[in-house]
């Protein structure tokens, strides 16, 4: 059992980046950026986290996108604007195929979501601090288990938004 934190769309807070690091740090084995933390790569807030580049980040730093393997899925993470996402997710799903990702963790509109296309899980946390769609500041937990993953969303104030927990089977 391995368990993946994500957030996005931190937009220069730090406090709050590392009081999510410290609520967590015991019980995820990643911690995920998903863009636009506005934050130098040597930040002591975003120390920890693996981040990718955002259209916000100035100055280089963080790669445009990158991938990792926890739990046998291999993530794949990008900010999101350099895919269209706001209109939709179908350049993400054929970057998502070429790389051989399973899940796809990205930010950029600010818009909290989880769907399944193509037996590939896209998940975007919202933003911790301008949501959009919702007036919650989300995250999100995955608990990745041998015959489900389960998807938890919290607010930065550390609140389970248990209402919106899904269960994902994806195949192997």
Same mark, same amino acid.
């Given at each position: 059992?391995?368990?993946?934190?994500?957030?996005?769309d931190s937009? +220069?807070?730090?406090? !709050? &980046?590392?009081?999510?690091?410290?609520?967590?740090? *015991? #019980?995820? !084995?990643?911690?995920?950026?998903?863009?636009?933390? !506005?934050?130098?790569?040597?930040?002591?807030?975003?120390?920890?986290?693996?981040?990718?580049? +955002?259209?916000?980040?100035? +100055?280089g730093g963080?790669?445009?996108?990158?991938?990792?393997?926890?739990? +046998?899925?291999?993530?794949?993470?990008?900010?999101?604007?350099?895919?269209?996402? /706001?209109?939709?997710?179908?350049?993400?799903?054929?970057?998502?195929? #070429?790389?051989? *990702?399973?899940?796809?963790?990205?930010?950029?509109?600010?818009?909290?979501? *989880? #769907?399944?296309?193509?037996?590939? &899980?896209?998940?975007?946390?919202?933003?911790?601090?301008?949501?959009? !769609?919702?007036?919650?500041?989300?995250?999100?937990?995955?608990?990745? &288990?041998? %015959?489900?993953?389960? &998807?938890?969303?919290? #607010?930065?104030?550390?609140?389970?938004?248990? %209402?919106? *927990?899904? %269960?994902?089977?994806?195949? /192997?």
């Amino acid at each position: 059992m391995s368990k993946v934190l994500i957030v996005s769309d931190s937009h +220069g807070l730090t406090k !709050e &980046l590392e009081v999510l690091r410290e609520r967590h740090k *015991a #019980e995820v !084995e990643v911690m995920i950026h998903c863009g636009d933390s !506005e934050l130098s790569p040597d930040d002591k807030a975003i120390s920890d986290y693996l981040t990718v580049l +955002g259209n916000c980040d100035f +100055g280089g730093g963080y790669p445009l996108e990158t991938t990792s393997e926890v739990a +046998g899925h291999k993530f794949l993470v990008t900010h999101g604007h350099r895919y269209s996402v /706001k209109s939709s997710l179908m350049k993400l799903k054929y970057k998502a195929q #070429e790389v051989n *990702a399973d899940i796809v963790c990205f930010g950029h509109s600010h818009v909290l979501g *989880a #769907e399944v296309i193509d037996d590939i &899980l896209f998940l975007n946390p919202g933003s911790i601090r301008m949501p959009r !769609e919702r007036i919650e500041k989300t995250y999100m937990i995955l608990d990745l &288990l041998e %015959e489900k993953i389960i &998807l938890s969303v919290f #607010e930065v104030n550390g609140r389970e938004m248990t %209402e919106l *927990a899904r %269960e994902f089977v994806l195949p /192997k």
